[in-house]
């Protein structure tokens, strides 16, 4: 199966703003993270296989992440004319199959993935309590097919770094997934 790496956007850029539905209509964004020692956005979506091996560890993980004041926000930025399975439709039936916590939004226009330099799911982002980015990359060494088992130990590493106000460990690796899947014509320009 293909795999696009992450971008590894700059380390201390600052979080875009966003406000996205999730698949009721209710509005989320970076706002609602206010007082929040740190934000944890994740470009995921429903089809995608890199996805699915991590998502229920990922759920998992979560849980224990917003006990200790973490935000997390979970962003769909496929086009769902090409791939329906990511429709938001089935984005509820998935947040509920998977007991996500957290908000899992559509950006239909593809306008968020794009400002955050996003290019794979899964796509992780890390930002700390003024909202800079202190980690980008991937889940963990695991990878579907492979003999690794799914543990989460490099956001897990980096969220405990952030939460405890250390240092995130500034060896961080790129994630690797499906590609965004672009709309015709709105593929990101280097």
């Not at 966003?18 to 970076?30: E, K, T, V």
Request: a negative charge; one cysteine or more; hydrophobic letters at 35%.
């Amino acid at each position: 199966m293909p795999r696009t790496p992450s971008t590894m956007v700059d380390l201390h850029t600052i979080a875009p703003e966003f406000s996205l539905p999730d698949s009721a209509g209710q509005m989320h964004g970076l706002q609602d993270a206010a007082g929040a020692p740190a934000v944890l956005v994740a470009f995921i979506c429903n089809h995608c296989p890199f996805v699915t091996h991590i998502a229920d560890q990922l759920s998992d993980m979560a849980r224990g992440w917003t006990k200790d004041g973490l935000a997390i926000f979970a962003i769909m930025s496929n086009d769902v004319e090409t791939h329906p399975a990511d429709h938001p439709d089935k984005m509820a039936t998935e947040s509920e199959a998977r007991s996500y916590t957290f908000p899992y939004l559509f950006d239909e226009d593809q306008s968020v993935a794009k400002a955050f330099g996003a290019a794979c799911t899964p796509d992780f982002f890390l930002f700390d309590a003024e909202r800079r980015l202190v980690y980008r990359g991937q889940f963990c060494d695991s990878r579907p097919g492979g003999e690794e088992p799914v543990t989460g130990a490099d956001l897990d590493t980096a969220v405990e770094a952030v939460l405890e106000d250390r240092p995130v460990p500034s060896e961080q690796r790129s994630s690797l997934g499906c590609n965004i899947k672009w709309k015709p014509g709105n593929e990101p320009t280097d």
